[in-house]
């Protein structure tokens, strides 16, 4: 994505509200987004519109309802233009420091058939290569912490992520749905000590 285009798109400070709301509760309607706002409907429309053609919202049918989700990769690609790996650690020390001391939002959950997070990023590659960059261990070695995935690609197959050197689990989860190289489902519980006891979540990939 344009870095031009995602700057026109923050510089509004309407189209940040939108995006501040969506951060506290992903997963709005038009409705939702609208009553935070002191415009007409359609001119929210046009804000998210922009938004989404910056990558900035990415939108879900769910029944009968479009809904909305904010979409973090630009801004996360944004970060990395100009924050390297030496100095991430010390961005992000700071800002949890201003956030503890200012307050955050609570951050609230939706009913299990609505995805509580939709994320999008485009990738200049086929899509067989980028099966294989979630489904082998060369690939997820490079980008996801070292781990390295070991999958079983049919319906009630494992898919767990070792430890770079083989001594644990980081990830353990179970195929749903394989669909190659366009679908991939799975379940999704995270091993690592501050999220062991979270239930398994739902990870869809298209």
Do not use: C
């Not at 929210?44 to 938004?51: A, D, G």
């Not at 960059?133 to 898919?159: C, N, Q």
């Amino acid at each position: 994505m344009d870095g031009d285009v995602v700057f026109r798109a923050l510089a509004d400070p309407s189209r940040r509200i939108l995006l501040d709301h969506l951060f506290e509760h992903d997963g709005r309607t038009l409705v939702e987004l609208q009553a935070r706002l002191t415009m007409t409907r359609f001119g929210v429309m046009k804000h998210l519109r922009v938004l989404e053609e910056a990558g900035l919202v990415t939108t879900r049918k769910v029944g009968r309802e479009k809904l909305h989700y904010l979409n973090p990769v630009p801004i996360q690609l944004l970060h990395d233009r100009w924050i390297g790996k030496y100095t991430a650690h010390h961005v992000e020390t700071l800002a949890a420091l201003k956030t503890v001391l200012e307050g955050d939002a609570t951050m609230t959950t939706q009913a299990a058939t609505v995805p509580q997070q939709v994320y999008q990023v485009f990738i200049k590659a086929t899509p067989e290569r980028i099966w294989d960059a979630i489904t082998k261990p060369e690939f997820t070695s490079r980008y996801f912490y070292g781990a390295l995935v070991d999958a079983e690609l049919v319906p009630g197959g494992k898919i767990v992520y070792h430890a770079p050197d083989h001594s644990s689990l980081m990830v353990d989860g179970k195929v749903v749905e394989s669909e190659p190289p366009r679908r991939l489902v799975t379940t999704w519980h995270a091993l690592w000590a501050e999220m062991a006891d979270e239930p398994p979540s739902r990870v869809s990939w298209s």
